[in-house]
């Protein structure tokens, strides 16, 4: 088993109007050329959890950090016009929460965060701010969430 220290939520950039099956998601992947879903999970908008990769598998998820980590996407995170939104809904948080707090006690000591999390510190102090995220994806602020959460 690889050495896994970093759990990493992720948002497909769906529009809440509409859907992203994990059969789609896995063609997008592919598409881009993957050999498959780059996550390891898929939260449908009814709560349904998808396993999309194997966690054994190295993820294509987020680049620097795939050896080690586990990734996990929700269908949604863009608005109805298509700009970033939190657009979880109540089935999916509760997936995501019973998720997490699996992968944490079956990974011990794995850290919890947002691709935005990842993204490079370009003013060097220490903290990623808005204003340097890559991505806004997943359109909430997972640290906060899951530090509350295991205090």
Same mark, same amino acid.
């Given at each position: 088993?690889?050495?896994?220290? @970093?759990?990493?939520?992720?948002?497909? +950039?769906?529009?809440?109007?509409?859907?992203?099956?994990?059969?789609? /998601?896995? !063609?997008? %992947?592919?598409?881009?050329?993957?050999?498959?879903?780059?996550?390891?999970?898929?939260?449908?908008?009814?709560?349904?959890?998808?396993?999309?990769?194997?966690?054994?598998?190295?993820?294509?998820?987020?680049?620097?950090?795939?050896?080690?980590?586990?990734?996990?996407?929700?269908?949604?995170? @863009?608005?109805?016009?298509?700009?970033? +939104?939190?657009?979880?809904?109540?089935?999916?948080?509760?997936?995501? /929460?019973? !998720?997490? %707090?699996?992968?944490?006690?079956?990974?011990?000591?794995?850290?919890?965060?947002?691709?935005?999390?990842?993204?490079?510190?370009?003013?060097?102090?220490?903290?990623?701010?808005?204003?340097?995220?890559?991505?806004?994806?997943?359109?909430?602020?997972?640290?906060?969430?899951?530090?509350?959460?295991?205090?």
């Amino acid at each position: 088993m690889r050495k896994l220290n @970093l759990i990493v939520v992720h948002c497909s +950039a769906t529009r809440e109007d509409c859907t992203l099956s994990p059969e789609a /998601l896995d !063609l997008m %992947h592919r598409r881009r050329g993957f050999t498959g879903t780059g996550y390891h999970y898929y939260i449908r908008k009814d709560g349904t959890v998808h396993l999309t990769r194997p966690v054994e598998r190295i993820g294509a998820h987020v680049k620097g950090f795939n050896a080690n980590s586990i990734g996990v996407c929700y269908e949604g995170g @863009l608005d109805c016009r298509g700009r970033p +939104a939190d657009t979880r809904t109540s089935a999916q948080k509760a997936s995501l /929460l019973l !998720l997490i %707090h699996q992968l944490q006690q079956r990974f011990p000591g794995c850290r919890v965060c947002g691709h935005r999390d990842l993204s490079p510190d370009l003013n060097g102090n220490g903290e990623i701010e808005p204003e340097e995220w890559i991505k806004a994806c997943p359109c909430f602020d997972v640290e906060t969430l899951f530090q509350s959460k295991n205090e």
